[in-house]
């Protein structure tokens, strides 16, 4: 899992294929990676963790 996965900076790399991504904007990094990853802004609010989810998405 991707989470399992080495953060260097703003730079997140999968332990399985060793490709990355930019963990901002979820773009590819590096190769063996081809499509980029959905992100998400997450805030801390009154003490909840709340994910803003674009309109539509599900």
Known sequence: MLTDGYQDGGIIECPLHGGSFDIA???VNTFPCQVPIKIYVVTIED???VIDQPEGSA
């Open 47 to 49: 003490g909840w963790v």
């Open 25 to 27: 904007t979820g773009a």
